[in-house]
């Protein structure tokens, strides 16, 4: 069975799995007697059939000799008698081709447009060629996880577990390649990973599936950044922490909520990702998921058990974080319906605010979760303090007066908010706080 074929058998059963996993999982999950596995409705659909000799066309490079050019133009289009002729006559194993496109530059050794027409009998000759290098690392054309076009520094066998290329892997390691070579940014051949079958491969010839790159990234945030279910579960079966973080406080999880990929959260938390786990700025996965408006990561991660009540280094709960989505009033409604009984309305952040300061004028959404409209925060100024000073609607003004607002209250600056409105002259709300 050639390697499509393969491909296309691991995707069709992935989506089995997906399908009867749609009508088990949210008892699986809630009973936490099954581990969940791999489910994707994505399936890093970028690896798919990618070819760094699907968008490359021969084009002579004059920087190269006229032999140089043969060679190269006989592996791009796969010429085996051209390129068995022009072998041994080229000026240096390690030939450049430097090719451009309105998208990019790319300087490509020789090895990698081996690798990249598949053809086991070229890649057999390119690597066979006396003193060729085999760990060279150059920017190489590749798709990242949103389908654009990226040039990172990769070495031949990053370049062929990437595009799954199992033969070229696997006569590269044979050949002595370490599987544990460092890219500039430390990454390994690890990080490059985008199949079970590849993973493997590293696996088996001693790959650390724990390492960090610069920002202190590992092949598992990798792999959830590219949505690749399949790759995370693999790696956290093999005993991969899923709740390793980077040098920011990334984790797998917090990664997924912000890649709003509900399976992978679903299959991370499963398998022991910490729904509570809070970064440097005690930023939790419940926050970015409402930062993200993302209705249901949210639902699910409440379900799970996450803190509604934690506050970040701010002093700000999950609650707070609903500001980032301004006028998304169904979900802004649908998440505080799901925390009432849960979040303490009346908690005050730092600067001694409650949401009701933050947002005054939001009172009407507010007000079903029963909030004390008498708090009043550092500057002593109570939520109508606020909403007097920044608006003019004194319609807002009455639905506080009707839900117990205390107008004499006075702040740090002695003022009440007849005062207020009586300095700005907002005359609509002067006559509606006389009438009290």
Known sequence: MNKVAVTFVIVVIVLAVIIQLDFSHEQTISNNTTVVTAQNDIYDKYYIDYNLLDNIQYIKDNSLSLKDNRLISAVITQDINGIKKLINSISSPNIIYNYSTDNYSAAIPLIFLAIGTENKEIIDIVLNIPKIDKTVIAKIPMNDYDGKTVLPNVSPLCYAVYTNNLYAAEKLI??????????????????????????DLLIKNGADINAKSLPGNTPLIQAVSRNNIIVAYELIAHKVNPNQFNKA???????????????????????????????????????????????????????????????????????YYMQ????????????????????????????????????PERYWLYKDLNPDVNIQNNNGDTPLHILV??????????????????????????ETALDIALKLNHQNIVKELKAV
């Open 174 to 199: 044979a050949s002595g390649v370490d599987v544990n070579q460092k890219m500039p940014t430390l990454r390994t051949a690890a990080f490059f990973v985008r199949t079970k079958e590849s993973l």
């Open 249 to 319: 406080n990334t984790t797998p999880l917090t990664t997924a909520i912000s890649r709003k990929n509900i399976n992978m959260v679903k299959m991370l938390i499963s398998n022991g990702a910490d729904v509570n786990f809070f970064n440097s700025e005690s930023q939790t996965p419940l926050m970015i998921a409402v930062s993200n408006a993302d209705l249901q990561i949210f639902n699910l991660l409440i379900n799970m058990g996450a803190d509604v009540n934690h506050a970040n280094s701010l002093g700000k709960t999950c609650i």
């Open 389 to 414: 000073r920044n608006s003019e609607n004194a319609d807002i003004v009455k639905s506080y007066i009707e839900g117990g607002a205390n107008i004499n209250i006075k702040n740090k600056k002695n």
């Open 324 to 359: 980032a989505f301004q006028e998304q009033w169904t979900i802004w409604r649908a998440m505080l319906q799901t925390l009432k009984g849960k979040i303490d309305i009346n908690h005050q952040d730092n600067n001694g605010d409650t949401v009701l300061h933050i947002n």
